[in-house]
T-cell receptor, first 113, second 112 residues
Framework: DGGITQSPKYLFRKEGQNVTLSCEQN?????MYWYRQDPGQGLRLIYY???????QKGDIAEGYSVSREKKESFPLTVTSAQKNPTAFYLC????????????FGDGTRLSIL | DQQVKQNSPSLSVQEGRISILNCDYT??????FLWYKKYPAEGPTFLIS?????DKNEDGRFTVFLNKSAKHLSLHIVPSQPGDSAVYFC???????????FGKGTKLTVNP
């Protein structure tokens, strides 16, 4: 079945370390997105990419970095510059044209040790 | 500036009754609205959407209404079922943009 796979489900990081969250999709979607969800909050956009080798900052990009070397993959790195990294991270993708909904993975919960 | 507002953090209804979830927006330059359903520790699941050229869209038990003059969006679930218990997010996409902006969500509880 086609879908979006995020791994790992749970991730722990020591302060001062960078950590990379994986997102892979086999839907042949052009656009991919990273969101962050905090308790009682909606989803906030971190980064998005509409095409391979191109990406744009979202509303809360500080302390994060991404790459889009392949259409299927859009990894997110949470750097040590992100002061409050504990959150639920969601990856999404969409075909990128017309009124099509974004489809989401099941998320990665990142916690600081 | 939160451009999409869900003012009710929670809603409780009886099984079989109608659930009405509301969403207001503050900017008229949106062309596409969506509703997502989310269970704990899972990603949101797309439910239903509506384009700004319409005022109603229906899919089974789910109907979305768009009142452009009031800048108001609502999701009706009829009849409500216990499995509908989840957090519901409304989202909008602006004209010429692929970005979605989400509300903070409403937690729906359907009691048996």
């Amino acid at each position: 079945d086609g879908g979006i796979t995020q791994s790992p489900k749970y991730l722990f990081r020591k302060e001062g370390q960078n950590v990379t969250l994986s997102c892979e999709q086999n839907l042949n979607h052009d656009a991919m997105y990273w969101y962050r969800q905090d308790p009682g909050q909606g989803l906030r956009l971190i980064y998005y990419s509409q095409i391979v080798n191109d990406f744009q900052k979202g509303d809360i990009a500080e302390g994060y970095s991404v790459s889009r070397e392949k259409k299927e993959s859009f990894p997110l790195t949470v750097t040590s510059a992100q002061k409050n990294p504990t959150a639920f991270y969601l990856c999404a993708s969409t075909i990128g044209a017309g009124n099509q909904p974004q489809h989401f993975g099941d998320g990665t919960r990142l916690s600081i040790l | 500036d939160q451009q999409v507002k869900q003012n009710s953090p929670s809603l409780s209804v009886q099984e079989g009754r109608i659930s009405i979830l509301n969403c207001d927006y503050t900017n008229s330059m949106f062309d596409y609205f969506l509703w997502y359903k989310k269970y704990p520790a899972e990603g949101p699941t797309f439910l239903i959407s509506i384009s700004s050229i319409k005022d109603k869209n229906e899919d089974g038990r789910f109907t979305v209404f768009l009142n452009k003059s009031a800048k108001h969006l609502s999701l009706h679930i009829v009849p409500s079922q216990p499995g509908d218990s989840a957090v519901y997010f409304c989202a909008r996409r602006g004209s010429g943009s692929e970005k979605l902006v989400f509300g903070k969500g409403t937690k729906l509880t359907v009691n048996p």
